[in-house]
């Protein structure tokens, strides 16, 4: 007998769900909120509607947004303390995937003590976090579903990998209206993630048909939205379509995880500050190509939900129109970049493969492999 699950958080969708940002506080038995977020997402002005809103609920609020792009240990551990020196009893983060990682650490230190290193890896959080509302301002990390936390491991130079249903947020509110304001910059890598997330749910040792049809609807939308999204970043249909599809991508990969592409860029995000959905975009086709022998036949799926014609080929040509078609999207969306372009040298390898091979996502990959095959993979990447 098979049996999977599959754990998702309530979700909120539509444009001016924001608006519910007060009353999903006040279900969720919060009187006070610690409100992460960043200078970007201050800047834009979402923090001060989110404040709006919650305090027309009659909650208060503390705001945190002492964290950087790749957030650190270091700065979950300040978020903690305040959080602990507020008194607040229910957290809410408003951003993209780092205000989201960052307000889920704050969540355990704050609840079950020690420093965040114990618990990286799989269900090692024992006890009950304090409870979640989650509004991205992005449409790539699918954090505000996931059953993730990533952050960096100052010392070691590495991200962390988090894992356990703890995570999954009370509520998820995706309001797209709050994805306009990303520059084309980040709606081309934040899109390009969650393209990442489809893809590599999909092919996923743990995947199952719940999460396959979450991972190829992910994969249809970005194919088919992520190119209009960074042309023109007031097409709001094609903001809408990009986050339903990190919305989507998160289902899938909360509860498929992730492959190899996602065990090396946490090295490299850790070692070198880029966004993670760049990295992502110069390892994710060199993985595919790794990967292919393994799953043609999910290869070849994934050809066809990005709209590529297959009729008449076998399936191992099929399969290789899907990591063609990868290539020209990171082409298009203006993403295509070796390593070695960020600054990676060959002398990073050995200790960035090192560090991958024991990552929790490689795990799940559909092809074993070894510390020289993710190697010989990272002097292709650069």
Not at 39 to 44: E, L, T
Not at 183 to 212: C, R
Not at 269 to 280: F, P, W, Y
Request: hydrophobic letters at 45%; proline letters at 4%.
């Amino acid at each position: 007998m098979n049996i999977s699950k599959f754990v998702a958080p309530e979700i909120i969708f539509g444009r001016g769900s924001l608006s519910q940002l007060g009353e999903s506080v006040l279900r969720i038995g919060a009187s006070k909120v610690f409100l992460v977020s960043d200078a970007d997402v201050i800047k834009a002005g979402w923090v001060d509607l989110a404040v709006h809103y919650l305090r027309a609920a009659g909650l208060e609020t503390e705001i945190f947004s002492s964290l950087t792009t790749n957030p650190k240990d270091c700065e979950v551990t300040e978020g903690a303390l305040r959080y602990q020196a507020s008194g607040c009893d229910g957290i809410v983060a408003v951003g993209g995937g780092s205000p989201t990682d960052v307000a889920k650490a704050i969540a355990i230190l704050a609840t079950n003590g020690g420093v965040l290193q114990d618990y990286e890896g799989i269900n090692k959080i024992r006890l009950p976090l304090p409870p979640m509302v989650i509004a991205p301002t992005t449409a790539g990390a699918g954090s505000e579903v996931s059953q993730f936390t990533i952050i960096v491991d100052t010392a070691r130079k590495l991200k962390m990998s988090i894992i356990s249903k703890s995570l999954v947020p009370d509520i998820a509110i995706v309001d797209p209206e709050l994805v306009q304001t990303m520059d084309v910059k980040l709606a081309a890598a934040t899109g390009l993630d969650a393209f990442t997330h489809g893809i590599e749910s999909y092919v996923s040792l743990a995947a199952t048909p719940l999460t396959d049809i979450h991972a190829l609807k992910a994969i249809q939308l970005v194919s088919r939205n992520l190119r209009r999204a960074v042309a023109d970043r007031h097409d709001m249909e094609a903001n809408t379509n990009m986050s339903m599809a990190s919305l989507t991508a998160g289902l899938a990969f909360s509860n498929a995880i992730l492959g190899a592409t996602h065990a090396m860029t946490h090295q490299v995000d850790g070692m070198i500050d880029q966004h993670h959905g760049e990295t992502n975009a110069s390892i994710l086709p060199h993985v595919m190509e790794y990967n292919l022998p393994a799953c043609p036949e999910k290869f070849r799926d994934i050809a066809v939900a990005m709209g590529e014609d297959v009729t008449g080929l076998d399936t191992m040509a099929a399969a290789e129109k899907a990591v063609e078609a990868v290539r020209r999207l990171i082409q298009d969306i203006g993403l295509a970049k070796g390593l070695g372009e960020i600054g990676l040298t060959e002398e990073f390898i050995p200790l960035l493969s090192e560090n991958a091979v024991k990552d929790a996502c490689l795990v799940t990959n559909p092809r074993p492999a070894s510390r020289e095959d993710i190697a010989a993979i990272f002097r292709k990447c650069l």
